[in-house]
């Protein structure tokens, strides 16, 4: 993977033009049990978080489709793993149902439970899950409880923050501190938080850069220059 930090090339440019911003995007199917999931050894990321966190919206920011990811007004109602095409053979993003809220009997929620947590444990094909977190309210417990999950399975993971347009440049500062320091004490954490906005744009460039570093023919250009 490229450095988080650097900024992508020329070449590299036209290619996450073509990737996220080309016709060649869609939804391809939902996942409603372990042996649904598709075959092919296509790099994964995925995107979890609270529900309302936003995931559907950035992902479609992403894209610059309108609705491509359909977000829910019903918090908790979304119960597949949606798998979204990037590209021929490059990407799939996948968006999993959001927690917090529990729209469901709680067997079902068991289930749903066990099958999110065998897919980030047992997923050769799963590069990074990005777990986004409304810019507002920081990190809470049951984000925590995600990340005690994914240290304990080893599953790398990095934080984003949604909805920076929502608060001021004086307390997204403050919350980024705040949360950077707790974000330390976690070990399959990656230690920089992205920070986003789907609504005004912001850090989209640079998230399509740090995605497409899992795509080796995104880092091979970047290797020839």
């Known amino acids: 993977m490229s450095d988080d930090h650097s900024e992508p090339n020329s070449e590299q440019k036209k290619f996450l033009t ?11 199917l939902g996942v409603a049990d372990y042996d649904g999931f598709p075959d092919e050894n296509i790099p994964e990321i995925c995107f979890a978080g609270r529900s309302n966190v936003g995931k559907s ?44 809220f529990a729209q469901a009997p709680k067997s079902k929620v068991d289930f749903w439970n066990k099958l999110i947590r065998d897919y980030l444990q047992g997923r ?12 507002r309210h920081g990190i809470k417990d049951n984000d925590k409880e995600i990340f005690t999950m994914l240290d304990k399975i080893g599953t790398s993971y990095q934080i984003i923050f949604t909805k920076i347009d929502k608060i001021s440049e004086t307390a997204l500062a403050k919350t980024l501190t705040h949360n950077q320091d707790i974000v330390q004490s976690y070990i399959a954490c ?36």
């Open 190 to 225: 990656h230690p920089r938080i992205l920070t986003t906005s789907s609504e005004k744009k912001i850090g989209l460039d640079m998230l399509r850069h740090e995605i497409a570093s899992f795509i080796p023919a995104y880092c091979h250009i970047g290797a020839q220059l």
């Open 18 to 28: 073509k990737l996220f911003l080309g016709q060649n995007i869609g939804f391809r």
């Open 57 to 100: 919206s950035l992902i479609n920011a992403l894209t610059n489709r309108k609705n491509l990811a359909r977000a829910s007004n019903t918090p908790g109602r979304t119960q597949e793993l949606n798998y979204f095409y990037v590209g021929s053979d490059d990407l799939h993003i996948v968006d999993l149902p959001g927690y917090g």
């Open 124 to 135: 050769q094909q799963l590069r990074r899950v990005y777990i986004l977190i409304d810019a």
